[in-house]
């Protein structure tokens, strides 16, 4: 006794494969929709480098490019210029501190950092990429790049 038909059947599986294989109308449909990621764990910045938030900090900035660029303590001053080439230091007493380098045209500026106890210096390059904004000095102690 036969249940199906072997073309039956056939067709039975045939129509059960087309249903695992991916519908574009469905797929555009679901990644329009938002995704919730729910999760108990938050993200941690990890620090590049600490410093002794107690004592002052020294930052020199040093302008490996050939175009000037400018720079602001964004809470204490305006922007300053730095010429091609040229090193400024600048001292910072209150933590927070975020220090803003920029390129003076639309193109990214990569901050190269050492640190050296309380002493941070900045080699500046340009970048075709979307380069750092913000050396930031969180008030305790934490050295962070974005």
Same mark, same amino acid.
């Given at each position: 006794m036969k249940i199906f038909h072997p073309i039956? /059947?056939?067709s039975l599986l045939f129509a059960g494969c /087309? !249903? /695992?294989?991916?519908?574009?109308?469905?797929?555009? =449909?679901?990644?329009? @929709?938002?995704?919730? +990621? @729910?999760?108990?764990?938050?993200?941690?910045?990890?620090?590049?480098?600490? +410093?002794?938030?107690?004592?002052p900090v020294t930052i020199e900035l040093h302008n490996k490019t050939? @175009?000037?660029l400018e720079y602001l303590i964004t809470t204490h001053t305006n922007f300053r210029t730095i010429a091609p080439g040229e090193t400024v230091? +600048?001292?910072? !007493? %209150?933590f927070p501190s975020f220090v803003n380098i920029n390129a003076k045209r639309s193109v990214g500026v990569k901050y190269g950092l050492k640190v050296d106890g309380n002493k941070i210096k900045v080699d500046l390059n340009l970048t075709d990429g =979307?380069? %750092? !904004? !913000?050396?930031?000095i969180h008030d305790l102690g934490a050295v962070y790049l974005y």
């Open positions: 039956v /059947l056939s /087309l !249903t /695992l294989l991916p519908n574009p109308a469905r797929a555009n =449909q679901l990644s329009a @929709e938002p995704s919730q +990621i @729910e999760s108990e764990v938050s993200v941690k910045w990890v620090p590049l480098a600490r +410093i002794n938030q107690a004592k050939a @175009e000037p230091s +600048i001292q910072v !007493t %209150d =979307q380069g %750092d !904004t !913000t050396l930031n």
